[in-house]
């Protein structure tokens, strides 16, 4: 008899997106003339940079030839776009990590999902909440909880992101050996100084704990005070994992590359205490379950460390940051209080009343779809998140019909 790993029953099922989804198409259906603008899902909108598009086209004519033609690649990535990475996003700030550090990938959904395996199922688990919800599931699935009850899982030690500590957890008052931290936030937005960042190292380091860092919207950080990576910190090598994507970067969402930092100085123990490199972990695992990004999309994340691409991604982020700025000075005129959407895309409002209650106010009346806050965690409920990935005229048109309805309550 084929049986199941009983811990996919515990999961709770994926409600929020479904249930947007569901919300939405019944109203719109009912009212098939109203316009409706999405600033719920965290997918970009505007095309590839050109620089990205013109590499993509000369990896595929590459693949046209016999004489250029490339089969498998290396399954950590090609040494050309690893080089590039190391230099430009961790040499170039001071960060000390090398090109065999790097593991490219199809996606850091995956990457964070994945880097789970390397671990005992019976560590001791702190997840922030709200949290992007890979982290949990995936831990769900492998076993490492208890039933979830009262809107949380057991045996999870859940960092509350709240008004109170700034939306950036407190350091943990027991000893944990799992941590995941996401900075500039998703779904809060909101970032880390260096000085916090250093206290979690250093609580990594002495409870002999690992990081997860998953810095998907590091592209987003233009206060030159705070870090884009948690290598900037010192001891950060000894103790964290990084994860980077050109998703959100360069809009690769639907184009697939990304990374994971895995430093050789990251260790983890076995049930003797001898110390294992997760590098070699990590490279074995890559390499058993993986067979590398395609070459033409490599050449394509390449192109985003050219001189012409780094101006074009820089415009890019600009965009959604100009929306989000719009977002920000709107939701602050009509007496909100919010976080995010400075060093970030994505502002969570605390909506003052129920967040569902919210969501559909601003879906009925000014046909404008937000995120409820409870599909990221228990702390989400009263918030709503605010997507700034839409086009600015469509960014425009929301705030106007928000501040219409909510300027007539
Ligand atoms: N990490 C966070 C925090 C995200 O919000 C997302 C996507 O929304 C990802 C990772 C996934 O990125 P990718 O497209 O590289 O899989």
């Not at 008052?173 to 970032?191: K, R």
């Not at 290598?231 to 990304?258: D, L, N, P, Q, W």
């Amino acid at each position: 008899m084929i049986r199941i790993n009983e811990n996919y029953l515990k999961l709770q099922s994926s409600y929020l997106f479904v249930e947007i989804a569901n919300r939405v198409s019944a109203f719109q259906k009912q009212n098939p003339d109203f316009k409706i603008i999405r600033l719920g899902i965290g997918d970009v909108t505007r095309a590839l940079p050109p620089a990205c598009i013109q590499a993509f086209h000369q990896g595929v004519e590459e693949m046209a030839s016999d004489t250029t033609f490339r089969g498998y690649g290396p399954e950590q990535g090609y040494a050309f776009l690893r080089e590039k990475i190391a230099q430009n996003d961790y040499q170039s700030r001071g960060a000390d990590i090398n090109p065999d550090e790097i593991f490219v990938s199809d996606g850091s959904k995956c990457d964070t999902a994945n880097m789970q395996e390397l671990f005992a199922t019976d560590i001791r688990l702190a997840i922030p909440d709200p949290v992007y919800p890979v982290y949990l599931d995936t831990n769900v699935m492998a076993g490492r909880t208890g039933s979830f009850d009262g809107g949380r899982y057991a045996k999870i030690l859940y960092l509350d992101s709240l008004p109170q500590n700034g939306f950036v957890p407190d350091l943990p008052a027991e000893s944990v050996d799992l941590i995941y931290l996401c900075f500039p936030n998703n779904p809060t937005g909101a970032t880390i100084s260096r000085e916090i960042l250093k206290t979690w190292v250093d609580f990594a380091r002495e409870n002999r704990a690992l990081i997860l860092y998953d810095a998907a919207y590091e592209a987003f950080i233009r206060d030159q005070r705070l870090p884009r990576s948690i290598y900037e910190i010192e001891g950060g090598r000894e103790v964290a994992i990084e994860f980077r994507s050109f998703s959100k970067t360069a809009g690769f969402t639907g184009t697939r590359c990304a990374f994971t930092v895995v430093p050789k100085s990251c260790m983890a123990y076995d049930n003797s205490g001898q110390r294992h490199s997760l590098h070699a972990l990590w490279n074995r695992r890559h390499s058993t379950k993986f067979n590398g990004v395609s070459y033409p999309v490599q050449k394509a994340a390449e192109a985003v460390y050219s001189e012409a691409g780094k101006g074009q991604v820089r415009e890019l982020v600009d965009y959604y940051l100009g929306n989000a700025a719009l977002i920000r000075q709107e939701m602050a005129a009509l007496g909100f209080e919010f976080v995010g959407g400075e060093n970030s895309p994505y502002i969570w409002v605390n909506c003052k009343r129920d967040a569902w209650e919210f969501f559909d106010l601003l879906l009925k009346k000014a046909g404008v779809v937000t995120t409820p806050g409870p599909g990221f965690g228990k702390c989400g409920q009263g918030f709503i998140r605010i997507s700034a990935f839409n086009s600015y005229e469509n960014v425009k048109s929301a705030m106007l019909k928000i501040k219409e309805v909510l300027g007539a309550l």
